[in-house]
Each structure stands twice: as structure tokens, then as C-alpha cells.
């Protein structure tokens, strides 16, 4: 059992090699990271295919942090769950939530209460398995949200919180765990395991060097088929 | 029965408060009205699902007005009424048309010489529950142009104007009625039946007061929970 | 039989021709170019719906060339043909890429390495009937790419090119012939078979006069129905 001095500095080195995974994976963009998880074979490469960067408003953003989840259920369900606290004041500084809507409704489930509360706590942005509004002012604010889509309405009376920090589906296989990581920029949005980290960070280091060089033999004129041949082999 | 003179006088009256009535309603955005009509039961809370802003390129952009409406028909239906005119000669100063095309349609009903007309005669906008084309006339003209999508392909061969100024369906219970009023903004699209301005703009003069004091307390730290809670009850 | 002489002179006739041919439709859009395949009843007036452009990031950009075609297949299929060498490699110079992926697959079959590719080669830009990835590379080299979605994963472990400059289906009657031309701009793309250009240039060349006299007619006041009635007649 450790002490209290040990355990902070237990959590110290915890949050250090957080720190570092954090700052291995920055180094790469969603396409890398999703390359190296179809190699892994992670369920669709961790792809979260449908969701897209509303904000901010410029194409070379990249949201990155590890995931608070949110699971949201019809607001007339009356056996699920409920929190003892507004789902938005689970925002951790330096994190991400993900917020899981049941498919197919109208109603947004994030807006510009919600980002304004987020960023004071030092979020680093939202995604959305759903929909958002107040486009305006997340891009006023630049905080990044991604979703599936907008909506003018609010969560009352279609929505409501039910659990924070459990497992949340995504499509088929592919579930988010609270603690897996998120990555999001203009190509997409991808979660990657804590469990499949190093492997990620060590394909992508090789790979891009490989890309690199790939990108210069093409500028030099080298044939696609012989570059990739002679520097991925 | 009235003479001349009142009748025109009469008219400047009703003009007036069509006036107040629109300045009233457009303080608001499109959330802000789409929240009001879900609380008082108007279906879907008025919010035309699927029809975004495509012109002008201005993310703050707001199109408001009353809704002139268009029903277009399959070019190939000979049993639906015709009409005597340009379908588009039915655009009037200060007001929005509503242009409602048979869905799943590949071509387009709205286009550049639509919009050069229409402003010619002051429209405002215009709405397209279907697809619309040359978008960057429409932008270079900054007419507001709403619609589900895009093609290239003009209208010849593939509908034709049957109708103006009749309700047209949205979707299920969600009617447009001639006279309606329309918001549009880079949210979404919401319509307000005359029936429900007054009631609106009653729940989104007190919703806003309380937003405001909501913003400001969430910016000093507050908890979203507890802003809401002592804020909206 | 031509000897080496003619021949060359032959290809230099050939070539203008081309030429010729591109700097007439080159004239038109996609628009006008979609009406004018409807009227010679052309599958779908030759619309390539769903397809929009992504990159360059500017409105008013248009590609334009004589098509080489690409049929990806699902990459466990052992029947289908294989390529001698990587499909990008068949880039040609002012020619225009049109990549047909397996429908339904949320991996993509354009990237960053291949723009620097075909780049190189001269190409004018890429259509892919299905994803590509790096949207902000394509930007960078302002490369256009027009495409159905997005996409963080690349082709491995999905599809492999299968064939290049055979016929490949777009929709049910609609298909790309290697030599068709391919238009695409902020409206949508448009792909022009060889034997419908004349009709098509003739087509266009007469209604966009028309069209500049409808326009001037609108931006004085007649209304729309009698300026298209007097004009189009």
C-alpha cells in the first residue's frame, strides 16, 4: 500500500508518461494513426466514420486528448440511469469528451453553454457521436467540435445525460473506453486504445520516415510504384 | 366595408405590426425560436431538418421574412394545376420563398437568373426543400440561398411550378403555410406560424435574459448544473 | 498506312483537335453543360451526383480534361484483373484521374503521395467515386480533387487497383469512357463523351447568349416568365 508522498509521486510518473504518449501521438495526423490501426487490426482502424470538424474554421486544426465518455439516452427513458451532476461539469482540464446521442435524432446535444463551461475547465474540445448547435459561437470561442451533424434544437425533451466514464458504442466492434485517446482533424476523427499506444506510435515513427522519403523520390520524379516498392519494403 | 382611404390605412396598420412582428422575432436565432416552438408543441419545433446555408459564404449570415410558397411538381404530371405565371414573378419585397420540390429529385429548381429576379423584386431569400444550382452567382449577388443540395442540372425535363401560396409538407405533421415566417441561419432553418409569434417571443425574451445571466456565470466558474438550476427555474 | 512523317503530323492534327475541343466546352460550366446532355438525352445529363469538390478551396476553381479511368475492386477479390504497375503511374499530362471505388467502403483511394504524383505528370486533377484522405495536402500543392467523402484510412487490407482506361459504371446508364471529358466545378461534375461534344458546344454556345440577354432583361425589371418566353423561343 503506498504512502501519501508516495502516491503523488506515483501520480507523477503517471501523469509524465501521459504526457509523453500524449506528445508521441501529436506527432502524427489521424491518416497515421488510423494506417497503423487497420495494420493492428483495430476494429474499422479506429475510424469514427461520419464524424466532422464544425469548428474552429480552419482546415489545418487538430484536436488531441484522452476521452471523458458521455452516454446519452432518450429523454423518455425512464430505466436507464441518471448523474447527480450536469454531464458538462465532468470536463477534465487537457481532455476530451465524447458525447454518444442515440442515432437518428434531431435534437443537438451540445451548444454553446456547454463549450463556455468545457473550456473553463480547460477542456481541449468536444466530439459529438450526434448532433450540436450555436455553430458560431464554439468558432467565436475556438473550441473544436466535431459531430455527425447540426440541429437547432436543444437536448429538452429528446435527450438527457444518463453515465459518464463508461464504454460507449460506436458502430459494430468498435466501442470508446473511457481513458482511450482521440484524435480529430480535417480528414476525421479516430480514438486509439491505451492498450495499442506504443505499437501505434512505433508503425507511425517508421512510416513516416518512409513517407518522407516517398515524398521526395516523387518530387524527383520517381515512379509511385518503385518508390513505395524499393523505401516500404 | 371600408372606403379607399382606410382601406390603405388599414394596410399601413397591418404593415406595421408585420414589422414589429419581424423585429421582434429577429433578435433571435434559429435556436433560440426552435427551443420555444418544442416547448409549446409545434412539430418538430418548426426545424426544417436537412436544408442548410449555401449562400451567401458569411457564417453570421441570417435570413428572416414571410414565406411566399412554391410547390413544384413532377415535369411529367399532367393532372396538377399549372400556373399563369413565372413561378418566380411570385417573389415580393421583404419576403422569403419557399420552394418545395418532389423529393429525390437529381436536378435542380433554383438558379442564377431565380435569384437575379428575385431580387430585382426585393425578396429576401429563399428556401429550397430540394436542390438548387451556380452557387457562386448566388454568392457573388449575396442573395440567401438555403437548400438540401446542389446539382447542375436546371429544371427542364424534371419538375415544374404547379402551385403558389398553398401549404406545402415538410415532413409528417411539419407544414409550411403561406404567411409563415422563416429563419434561416448557419444552424439550420426554423418556420413560425403567425399563430405562435406572440408566444414565442414571449419564452425566447425571458430564455435570452436567462442565457445571458447563464454565459456570465459559467464564465466566473459557476457549474453548469447549478447556473441552470438557479437561473431557468 | 502512314509512314513516320504523316503520322506525326497526323497526331499534331489529332492533338489541336483536342485542344480545340477543350478550349471550346472550356468556355462553359457544369451547368450549362448538364442542360445541354439532357436535351440529347444523355444518362442523367452526364451528372456525376454526390461527387463535390474538396480541394482547391476556392469557389470559383473548375476542372476540366479528357478522362483516364481506374476501377479499384475489394482487395481480397483473387479473380478480378491486376496492373503491371501502381495505377497512379498512368497519370498523363492535362489529362483528369476518374478513380471508381467499390461503393460502401469507408477507406480511401487517393492521398497526398498520389497528388504528388500526378502532379508531377502533368495531370489536371482527380475524381473519385468514392473517399480520399490528406484534404489539406491537396490544398497545400492546389491540386483539385473532387471526390465523394473523406476518409482517415488508407486503400491496405481494402481495395487495389484492378484496371485502368476500361469503361467503369457511375449509376444505372451512366458510365465514364476512357477519353470522355470530365468537368467539375463548385456546382458538381459533369462527364462529356466524345461523340456528344459538337451538340454539346453548339448547344451551350447558343444558350449562354441567350442566357446574358435573359440576365440583362431581369436586371431591368421584366419579369422572368416574359424574358425567357421572348428569348428562348
Avoid at 22 to 43: H, M, Q, R, W
Avoid at 111 to 122: C, F, N
Avoid at 193 to 220: M, N, Q, W, Y
Wanted: glycine share 10%; hydrophobic share 40%.
Amino acid at each position: 500500500m503506498l504512502d501519501s508522498a508516495s502516491h503523488s509521486h506515483f501520480c507523477i510518473i503517471l501523469e509524465m508518461t501521459s504526457e509523453r504518449i500524449g506528445s508521441a501521438l501529436n506527432e502524427f495526423s489521424t491518416c497515421d494513426i488510423g494506417d497503423a490501426l487497420v495494420k493492428l487490426k483495430y476494429p474499422n482502424g479506429g475510424f469514427l466514420d461520419g464524424i466532422t470538424m464544425y469548428s474552429p474554421d480552419r482546415h489545418d486544426a487538430k484536436l488531441f486528448g484522452q476521452v471523458i465518455t458521455v452516454k446519452m439516452v432518450d429523454a423518455a427513458c425512464k430505466t436507464s440511469p441518471s448523474l447527480p451532476k450536469h454531464f458538462c461539469d465532468y470536463n477534465e482540464a487537457g481532455k476530451v469528451m465524447f458525447v454518444s446521442q442515440p442515432h437518428g435524432m434531431y435534437s443537438a446535444c451540445w451548444g454553446g453553454l456547454m463549450t463556455t463551461r468545457a473550456k473553463y475547465l480547460g477542456a481541449k474540445g468536444v466530439v459529438v457521436d450526434g448532433r450540436f448547435r450555436d455553430i458560431g459561437e464554439h468558432r467565436d470561442m475556438d473550441f473544436p467540435v466535431f459531430a455527425r451533424g447540426q440541429s437547432i434544437l436543444g437536448s429538452n425533451g429528446f435527450t438527457r445525460a444518463s453515465e459518464v466514464n463508461i464504454p460507449v458504442q460506436f458502430k459494430d466492434e468498435l466501442w470508446i473506453q473511457p481513458g482511450d485517446y482521440i484524435m480529430g482533424d480535417a480528414d476525421g476523427v479516430v480514438v486509439i486504445p491505451v492498450s495499442h499506444i506504443d505499437a501505434v506510435v512505433e508503425f507511425c515513427t517508421t512510416r513516416k520516415k518512409i513517407d518522407e522519403l516517398t515524398f521526395e523520390a516523387l518530387r524527383s520524379g520517381e515512379p509511385i510504384g518503385e518508390a513505395i516498392k524499393r523505401l516500404r519494403q
